[in-house]
């Protein structure tokens, strides 16, 4: 079992920027992004795989990106030129095992809680 623990979300006017965390209790492969704004499923935002590789989402390609600190065991995602689409509880996902830098939320068999984040003016 890995337990997650997200942080970093608030509020922001569009255009601004946040980061958010995810605390990871143990190892894993895979880790990644995913989001679910209200009244909308949840979609994939950015993944990570361990040697590195990395997958976004076409919607939030060159204003977000995934990182992480294998040694910490905590995931990072930074936000820039947010857009009230933007605007959902952000989940932190992680899978042990062999996988891929994928936005398949079946591929992930850990989950954080969430933190939210809303951008409005």
């Known amino acids: 079992q890995v337990q997650l623990v997200e942080s970093g979300g608030g509020s922001v006017q569009p255009g601004g920027s946040l980061s958010l965390s995810c605390a990871a209790s143990?190892?894993?492969?895979?880790m990644g992004w995913f989001r679910q704004a209200p009244g909308k499923e949840r979609e994939g935002v950015a993944a990570?795989?361990?040697?590195?590789?990395?997958k976004y989402a076409d919607s939030v390609k060159g204003r977000f990106t995934i990182s992480r600190d294998k040694v910490k065991k905590t995931l990072y995602l930074q936000m820039s030129d947010l857009k009230a689409e933007d605007t959902a509880m952000y989940y932190c996902?992680?899978?042990?095992?062999?996988?891929?830098?994928?936005?398949?939320?079946?591929?992930?068999?850990?989950w954080g809680q969430g933190t939210q984040v809303t951008v409005s003016s």
């Open positions: 990570i795989t361990s040697a590195g590789y990395i």
């Open positions: 996902a992680a899978v042990s095992g062999w996988c891929l830098a994928t936005l398949s939320q079946a591929a992930f068999a850990y």
């Open positions: 143990g190892s894993s492969s895979c």
